[in-house]
C-alpha cells in the first residue's frame, strides 16, 4: 500500500474502540503490529494519511508497550482511543506512546487506562443545553477542535457529546474521543457515562492525584496484510 515502507510484510489490525455492547459503532483505529516495517515518521505519516482513520497506532515494542500515534496529517504524545485499543489488542499491562507509562486494567468486557488531562491536547469544550441541540449541529469549519456537549441526564452522569477536530485532514466528525472526555472529566470533576458520534459509549472515572480512568469495549473488525 505504501512505497515508502521496507519490503517487510506487516499485519493491519484495524479495531472499533468505544463500541456499544452489541458491537456497534466505535472509533476505527489502525494498528500496525510491526512498526519496523515502517521505520521513520515519514513513512508512518504517509500510511496514517492513506488509511484516513482518526488514528494508526505503530507498535515500536509490544512486550513493553511502546507504541507511536498519528491522525492523518500530524504525530501525537498522547491519544485516549489508540491507547485503549491497542491495550487490548496486545494485552498489555502497560502502554507507553511518547508522554511515558499509561497503565491498564480488564474489566470484564471493559478496557480501562489511566491517564491524566494534561497529556491530551488542547480541546474546546462546548456546552449545549439539550441533546438535541449536540445532535442538531453541522460540522463546523476548520480551525478549532470544538467538543460539543450537552448533558441527558445530569444526576446520573451521562453525557450526549460529539467532537470536530477542525484539522481540515479528511476527519469532519470524530466518532469517539478519549482525550476530549479527559478534560470533560477534569473541568466537571465526576465520572461520566458518554456516548459520542453516532453512538458510540466511553465512561471515565476520576481518581486520585489528577489520575483519570478511561474505559470502553473494543473490537476487532478485520485484519489486513500491508
Known sequence: MNTTATTSVTDLDVLR????GDGRYG???GVVRDGRTYPDEASRQALAKELGFSETVFVDDPERGVVDIYTPGVRL???GYPLVGTAWLLDLEVVCPPVGEVWVRGDGEFTWIEARAEWAPPRTLRRYG????VD????????TWIYAWAWEDEAAGRVRARGFPGRGDGIDEDEATGAAALLLTAEL???LNIT???GSQILTAPGPDGVIELGGRVRLERTLTL
Do not use: H, I, K
Not at 474502540?17 to 456499544?20: A, E, K
Not at 439539550?130 to 441541540?133: L, M, R, T, Y
Open 189 to 191: 470533576g465526576r465520572a
Open 196 to 198: 459520542q458520534g453516532r
Open 136 to 143: 442538531a449541529l453541522d460540522v463546523p469549519p476548520p480551525g
Open 77 to 79: 504524545p498522547f491519544a
Open 17 to 20: 474502540v468505544f463500541c456499544t
Open 130 to 133: 439539550s441533546a438535541a441541540e
Open 27 to 29: 472509533n476505527a483505529l
